[in-house]
């Protein structure tokens, strides 16, 4: 049984394959909710923040945005990286194209809002 650590080495390691419907569904899940977007907007733009810095741009409750970063880690869409007491968020490959996606139809204005 591989470790945790093991299976993230492997996931940063791969190149991004063709993906099936039911995986493309579970990468949409990620920008479903307009807080999980702003966090994968965010990082996109400054890789490597913690969840305080990450908390303090998309504003909100603190738990509301811990729930959603993890949420994003469990869709394979942001990887946790542990220094000492710290923990640093980036973007996997998904998650970088999950959010370019995003800043595309933003700046386009194609969303409401």
């Keep these: 049984m591989k470790s945790p650590q093991q299976k993230n080495l492997e996931r940063k390691s791969r190149i991004i394959a063709p993906k099936s419907f039911p995986e493309i569904q579970t990468i949409l899940q990620g920008g479903a909710n307009h807080f999980r ?37 469990t869709l394979g869409l942001v990887y946790k990286k542990y220094e000492g007491n710290s923990v640093h968020h980036r973007l996997s490959n998904e998650g970088r194209l999950l959010a370019q996606f995003i800043k595309k139809l933003t700046d386009q204005n194609i969303l409401p809002g």
């Design 37 to 73: 977007a702003h966090i994968l907007f965010v990082l996109l733009e400054q890789p490597g923040m913690n969840l305080d810095q990450i908390n303090q741009l998309v504003g909100g409750d603190f738990k509301n945005i811990s729930f959603h970063v993890k949420k994003l880690h």
